[in-house]
Protein backbone atom coordinates (compact mmCIF):
# COMPACT_ATOMS: atom_id res chain seq x y z
CA UNK A 1 0.00 0.00 0.00
CA UNK A 2 1.55 3.11 -1.09
CA UNK A 3 1.59 6.20 1.45
CA UNK A 4 -1.01 8.16 -0.33
CA UNK A 5 -3.61 5.85 0.40
CA UNK A 6 -5.75 5.57 3.38
CA UNK A 7 -7.97 3.59 4.96
CA UNK A 8 -9.58 6.31 6.57
CA UNK A 9 -13.05 8.00 4.87
CA UNK A 10 -12.34 11.47 3.10
CA UNK A 11 -13.93 14.01 4.75
CA UNK A 12 -15.88 16.73 2.72
CA UNK A 13 -14.92 19.91 4.19
CA UNK A 14 -17.14 22.48 1.10
CA UNK A 15 -19.52 24.24 2.16
CA UNK A 16 -22.00 21.93 0.57
CA UNK A 17 -20.71 18.83 2.36
CA UNK A 18 -21.05 20.79 5.98
CA UNK A 19 -24.81 21.91 4.62
CA UNK A 20 -26.25 18.65 3.24
CA UNK A 21 -24.58 17.11 6.51
CA UNK A 22 -26.07 19.19 8.67
CA UNK A 23 -28.50 17.45 11.06
CA UNK A 24 -32.18 18.50 9.57
CA UNK A 25 -31.11 18.52 6.39
CA UNK A 26 -31.66 15.02 5.58
CA UNK A 27 -34.32 16.22 2.73
CA UNK A 28 -31.43 17.81 0.56
CA UNK A 29 -29.55 16.29 -1.98
CA UNK A 30 -26.05 17.20 -3.17
CA UNK A 31 -26.30 19.28 -6.35
CA UNK A 32 -22.75 18.61 -8.62
CA UNK A 33 -20.19 21.11 -8.63
CA UNK A 34 -20.38 21.02 -12.29
CA UNK A 35 -24.43 22.10 -12.41
CA UNK A 36 -23.71 25.24 -9.61
CA UNK A 37 -20.97 26.26 -11.88
CA UNK A 38 -23.37 26.20 -15.03
CA UNK A 39 -24.40 30.08 -15.60
CA UNK A 40 -27.55 28.61 -17.47
CA UNK A 41 -28.74 26.60 -14.05
CA UNK A 42 -28.31 29.89 -12.27
CA UNK A 43 -30.48 31.86 -14.75
CA UNK A 44 -33.37 34.30 -12.73
CA UNK A 45 -31.45 33.38 -9.55
CA UNK A 46 -30.77 36.82 -7.33
CA UNK A 47 -27.46 36.32 -5.95
CA UNK A 48 -24.02 37.86 -5.30
CA UNK A 49 -20.62 36.29 -6.67
CA UNK A 50 -19.13 36.35 -2.56
CA UNK A 51 -22.49 33.88 -1.75
CA UNK A 52 -21.75 31.69 -4.91
CA UNK A 53 -18.21 31.44 -4.29
CA UNK A 54 -18.66 30.35 -0.55
CA UNK A 55 -21.62 27.50 -1.46
CA UNK A 56 -18.74 26.61 -4.00
CA UNK A 57 -15.88 26.89 -1.34
CA UNK A 58 -14.10 23.17 -1.81
CA UNK A 59 -12.55 23.85 2.46
CA UNK A 60 -14.87 25.89 3.55
CA UNK A 61 -14.35 26.91 7.51
CA UNK A 62 -17.51 27.68 9.43
CA UNK A 63 -16.12 30.22 11.85
CA UNK A 64 -15.36 32.61 8.87
CA UNK A 65 -16.95 36.08 9.48
CA UNK A 66 -17.74 36.52 5.65
CA UNK A 67 -20.14 33.98 5.86
CA UNK A 68 -23.52 36.11 4.80
CA UNK A 69 -26.46 33.58 5.98
CA UNK A 70 -27.48 33.88 2.16
CA UNK A 71 -25.88 30.96 1.16
CA UNK A 72 -28.68 28.02 2.18
CA UNK A 73 -31.07 30.52 -0.25
CA UNK A 74 -28.89 30.87 -3.22
CA UNK A 75 -28.01 26.68 -3.04
CA UNK A 76 -31.85 25.71 -2.15
CA UNK A 77 -33.08 27.63 -5.05
CA UNK A 78 -30.35 25.93 -7.32
CA UNK A 79 -31.60 22.53 -5.57
CA UNK A 80 -35.05 23.59 -6.72
CA UNK A 81 -33.78 23.71 -10.49
CA UNK A 82 -31.44 20.45 -9.85
CA UNK A 83 -33.99 18.49 -8.60
CA UNK A 84 -36.25 18.70 -11.53
CA UNK A 85 -33.31 17.50 -13.61
CA UNK A 86 -33.10 14.11 -14.86
CA UNK A 87 -29.92 13.22 -12.59
CA UNK A 88 -31.66 15.45 -9.45
CA UNK A 89 -34.92 13.15 -9.71
CA UNK A 90 -32.41 10.02 -9.82
CA UNK A 91 -30.84 11.18 -6.74
CA UNK A 92 -33.79 12.24 -5.04
CA UNK A 93 -35.54 8.87 -6.02
CA UNK A 94 -32.85 7.25 -4.40
CA UNK A 95 -33.44 8.96 -1.03
CA UNK A 96 -37.40 7.79 -1.77
CA UNK A 97 -36.55 4.47 -1.49
CA UNK A 98 -34.78 4.94 1.28
CA UNK A 99 -37.49 6.64 3.24
CA UNK A 100 -35.19 9.59 4.07
CA UNK A 101 -39.01 11.82 3.65
CA UNK A 102 -40.26 9.73 6.23
CA UNK A 103 -43.98 8.43 6.02
CA UNK A 104 -47.93 9.52 5.52
CA UNK A 105 -49.04 9.71 8.92
CA UNK A 106 -52.69 8.45 7.85
CA UNK A 107 -53.57 5.01 8.84
CA UNK A 108 -55.23 3.75 5.79
CA UNK A 109 -51.71 4.77 4.15
CA UNK A 110 -49.76 1.92 5.89
CA UNK A 111 -46.54 4.00 6.31
CA UNK A 112 -46.53 5.15 2.25
CA UNK A 113 -43.35 6.35 2.00
CA UNK A 114 -43.90 10.73 0.88
CA UNK A 115 -41.88 12.96 -0.79
CA UNK A 116 -40.75 16.54 0.26
CA UNK A 117 -42.93 19.81 -1.04
CA UNK A 118 -42.77 23.64 -1.08
CA UNK A 119 -46.62 25.16 -0.50
CA UNK A 120 -44.73 27.67 -2.58
CA UNK A 121 -42.11 27.91 -5.33
CA UNK A 122 -40.51 31.58 -3.60
CA UNK A 123 -38.53 31.42 -0.73
CA UNK A 124 -39.51 32.16 2.12
CA UNK A 125 -43.23 31.07 2.59
CA UNK A 126 -42.94 27.91 4.27
CA UNK A 127 -40.92 25.18 5.31
CA UNK A 128 -41.07 21.91 3.80
CA UNK A 129 -44.02 19.55 3.85
CA UNK A 130 -44.13 15.85 2.81
CA UNK A 131 -46.53 14.68 0.11
CA UNK A 132 -47.94 11.24 0.57
CA UNK A 133 -48.70 10.12 -3.05
CA UNK A 134 -51.21 7.63 -1.67
CA UNK A 135 -53.84 9.95 -0.47
CA UNK A 136 -52.38 13.46 -2.10
CA UNK A 137 -52.15 15.12 0.68
CA UNK A 138 -49.91 17.17 2.50
CA UNK A 139 -48.21 16.90 6.01
CA UNK A 140 -45.76 18.57 8.83
CA UNK A 141 -42.95 16.34 8.42
CA UNK A 142 -42.18 14.48 11.69
CA UNK A 143 -39.03 15.31 11.91
CA UNK A 144 -39.57 19.05 11.36
CA UNK A 145 -36.87 20.23 9.28
CA UNK A 146 -36.24 24.04 9.45
CA UNK A 147 -35.57 23.81 5.43
CA UNK A 148 -37.60 25.94 3.42
CA UNK A 149 -40.30 24.58 0.60
CA UNK A 150 -38.74 26.96 -1.79
CA UNK A 151 -36.00 24.56 -1.88
CA UNK A 152 -38.49 21.89 -3.46
CA UNK A 153 -41.25 23.82 -4.75
CA UNK A 154 -44.62 23.36 -5.82
CA UNK A 155 -44.04 21.00 -8.50
CA UNK A 156 -41.57 18.47 -7.44
CA UNK A 157 -43.46 15.28 -6.14
CA UNK A 158 -45.88 15.79 -9.01
CA UNK A 159 -42.96 15.47 -12.01
CA UNK A 160 -41.20 12.71 -9.81
CA UNK A 161 -44.22 10.73 -10.26
CA UNK A 162 -44.26 11.48 -13.96
CA UNK A 163 -40.59 10.76 -14.34
CA UNK A 164 -41.32 7.74 -12.30
CA UNK A 165 -44.43 6.19 -13.05
CA UNK A 166 -43.73 2.35 -11.61
CA UNK A 167 -43.50 4.03 -8.22
CA UNK A 168 -46.83 5.61 -7.88
CA UNK A 169 -48.64 3.61 -5.51
CA UNK A 170 -52.59 3.24 -5.21
CA UNK A 171 -55.24 5.34 -3.27
CA UNK A 172 -55.92 3.67 -0.10
CA UNK A 173 -58.67 1.06 -0.30
CA UNK A 174 -60.28 1.57 2.85
CA UNK A 175 -61.43 5.15 4.71
CA UNK A 176 -62.08 5.99 7.66
CA UNK A 177 -66.15 6.20 8.17
CA UNK A 178 -67.25 7.63 11.16
CA UNK A 179 -69.89 5.48 13.79
CA UNK A 180 -71.90 6.16 16.45
CA UNK A 181 -72.63 3.16 18.45
CA UNK A 182 -71.89 1.36 15.28
CA UNK A 183 -74.29 3.26 12.98
CA UNK A 184 -72.72 5.27 10.32
CA UNK A 185 -73.22 9.07 10.97
CA UNK A 186 -75.35 11.46 7.99
CA UNK A 187 -73.32 14.02 6.24
CA UNK A 188 -75.31 16.32 8.44
CA UNK A 189 -74.14 15.44 11.56
CA UNK A 190 -70.43 16.94 10.63
CA UNK A 191 -72.38 20.83 9.28
CA UNK A 192 -71.90 23.11 11.29
CA UNK A 193 -74.70 24.91 13.52
CA UNK A 194 -76.29 28.02 12.19
Known amino acids: MSSTQSNEPKVDASWIGWFVGKTGNEFVCRVPIKFIKNKLNLAGLEYLEDTLNVVL ?22 HANYIMTERGVEDMRLKYERGDFGVCPKFYCKGQK ?31 PKLDGGMFGTSFPHLFFMELPMLRPQP ?8 LHGFRLHESAFKPLD
Open 57 to 78: EPLFDRSVASVSGHEEKLYGMI
Open 114 to 144: ALPVGLSDGWGHSTVKIYCPSCRDVFKPRSR
Open 172 to 179: PVEKYVPR
